[in-house]
């Protein structure tokens, strides 16, 4: 079993920053990617980024390339997604998941979920 844990979320104006961080803790020698996912209301969990746990690899969502970046410190077992120039649009629940598999863009790999951090965007 693997269990993560979301840090970091908040209130911010448009154009602001935000920093989230998830640390991975039990087997974490199973995990193959790190992913974040994010949910508004009313619409379905979207992917936002991935990260390989055992090289440089990484990919995010064309919505936010640019902007956020996913990173990681192996040595914290910690995964963070710096998100700059947020958008009103951004306004959701992130979720940190972890999959031993792929595909990787796809919440259903996700086999160990955070329970959420919410993000908002004011204008």
């Known amino acids: 079993q693997v269990q993560v844990v979301e840090s970091g979320g908040g209130l911010v104006q448009a154009g602001g920053s935000l920093r989230l961080s998830c640390v991975a803790s039990?087997?974490?020698?199973?995990?193959?990617?790190m992913g974040w996912f994010r949910q508004a209301p009313g619409k379905e969990r979207e992917f936002v980024a991935t990260?390989?746990?055992?090289?440089?690899?990484?990919d995010s969502a064309d919505s936010v390339k640019g902007r956020f970046t996913i990173s990681k410190d192996v040595s914290k077992n910690t995964v963070y997604l710096q998100m700059n120039n947020l958008k009103p649009e951004d306004t959701a629940t992130y979720y940190c998941?972890?999959?031993?598999?792929?595909?990787?863009?796809?919440?259903?790999?996700?086999?160990?979920w955070g329970q959420g951090t919410q993000v908002t965007v004011s204008v």
């Open positions: 998941a972890a999959a031993r598999g792929t595909p990787v863009w796809t919440a259903e790999t996700y086999e160990y």
């Open positions: 039990g087997r974490t020698a199973a995990i193959y990617v």
């Open positions: 990260i390989h746990w055992s090289s440089d690899w990484a």
